[in-house]
């Protein structure tokens, strides 16, 4: 088992940044982060591998940067020039399966961060 927890949500004014931290218990090999408003399914943004691959939704590219801390079991998501249609809820997602283009979730979910963007 592994437990995620998700930090570093909250508000900022549209054109500002945020970064997310997804803490893991134990190594949570490849992790993928994704967003989900109401309504709506969970949405994937990117991944990132245990060597520090990783790949984008064309929609985030040039503004999300997905990194991670080995030793510290921890993945960031940073998030720039936010614009307010990105407020939602943020989850990372682990043990899935990575490749250069794609990313299939794993069974472990943390519990999720708001962010709220403001215009």
């Known amino acids: 088992q592994v437990q995620l927890v998700e930090s570093g949500g909250g508000l900022v004014q549209a054109g500002g940044s945020l970064r997310l931290s997804c803490r893991a218990s134990?190594?949570?090999?490849?992790v993928g982060w994704y967003r989900q408003t109401p309504g709506n399914s969970r949405a994937l943004l990117g991944s990132?591998?245990?060597?520090?691959?990783?790949n984008y939704v064309d929609s985030v590219k040039g503004r999300f940067t997905i990194s991670r801390d080995n030793a510290k079991n921890t993945v960031y998501l940073q998030m720039n020039n936010l614009k307010p249609e990105d407020t939602a809820v943020y989850y990372c997602?682990?043990?899935?399966?990575?490749?250069?283009?794609?990313?299939?979730?794993?069974?472990?979910w943390g519990q999720g961060t708001q962010v709220t963007v403001s215009s």
């Open positions: 990132i591998n245990s060597a520090g691959g990783t």
């Open positions: 134990q190594r949570p090999g490849a």
């Open positions: 997602n682990a043990a899935g399966t990575w490749t250069s283009t794609a990313y299939s979730q794993g069974d472990y």
